[in-house]
Structure formats: C-alpha cells, structure tokens
C-alpha cells in the first residue's frame, strides 16, 4: 500500500509538472505565485514535499485548471 501511494503522489506531482511545462510557466513564476520559494517549489514537483488540500487549491488555481485533472493519476500512470 505503502508504494501504491508513493506511486500516486509521484503521478500527481508530474501533473503538476506536465500542466506547469503545458503553459510554458516556470519554476520561479509559479513559486512566487504560492509565496514559497523556487527550491520549495521544486520539491512539490518532485514528489518530496507533501502538500496540502489547499495548496493542492492554490496550484490549480495558478494553473488555471480544474483540481481533479493534477489528482488524476490514471493519466498520469499511463504517460
């Protein structure tokens, strides 16, 4: 169970990423957005980072995305 979820966070991370890298956004520009630093930043995209609900909320909404497309990870699994 334990790397079932390691597996789902990693996948939900990628969506993150993949959704950041679709809107050519960067690292720096989607940190300064959260308040948090690019180093942070790039800890969520790793996986390394475990993220709240409502940072779940903030990244989306930066993104500009509906919140179920970055928790999808049937999707992500399948890239």
Known sequence: MKNTLN?????????IRNK????????EYLA???SISQNAYSKIE????K???ERL???????ET???ELINT???EAA
Do not use: P
């Open 7 to 15: 597996v789902r966070i990693k996948a939900v991370a990628a969506n």
């Open 20 to 27: 950041r890298e679709e809107l050519n956004y960067t690292q």
């Open 32 to 34: 300064a957005k959260l």
């Open 46 to 49: 790793l996986g390394y980072t």
């Open 51 to 53: 993220i709240t609900v």
């Open 57 to 63: 909320f903030q990244i989306s909404e930066v993104l």
């Open 66 to 68: 509906d919140l179920t």
């Open 74 to 76: 049937e999707k992500a």
